[in-house]
């Protein structure tokens, strides 16, 4: 973590200093933003650490952003097609575009 300090001196001054790092066995973090998009980590390396009674999270891995569907835009689909809410689904992740998907289920 420092060039030069001894793993097990670390610990100790995180000791000392009340912090505890905990490393969380995790194989992909997702989070969920308010437009609806996702941004996947994965593999992802995960650490809680605690200071204070106040726990903290830190990831760390290769991200990427995902579009989320909509269900108000499942429903449109659904509504305009006829079809079952799997179909819609289905057309909205292959096209992207609920124009598209009302097409192709037309």
């Known amino acids: 973590m ?4 001894n793993p097990s001196q ?8 009340g912090l505890k790092q905990e490393d969380i066995e995790a194989e992909r973090v997702v989070i969920e933003k ?3 998009n996702r941004i996947v980590i994965s593999p992802a390396n995960v650490q809680k650490i605690t200071m204070q009674g106040q726990d903290s999270w830190q ?12 269900t108000e835009d499942i429903r449109l689909v659904m509504e305009k097609t006829g079809v079952s809410e799997k179909d819609a689904r289905d057309a909205l992740e292959k096209t992207g575009d609920i124009a598209e998907a009302i097409l192709s289920l037309s």
């Open 59 to 70: 990831v760390t891995g290769e991200a990427r952003e995902e579009t989320g569907i909509r």
């Open 2 to 5: 420092f060039p030069g300090v």
């Open 34 to 36: 308010s437009d609806g």
């Open 10 to 17: 670390m610990k100790a001054l995180m000791k000392q200093m």
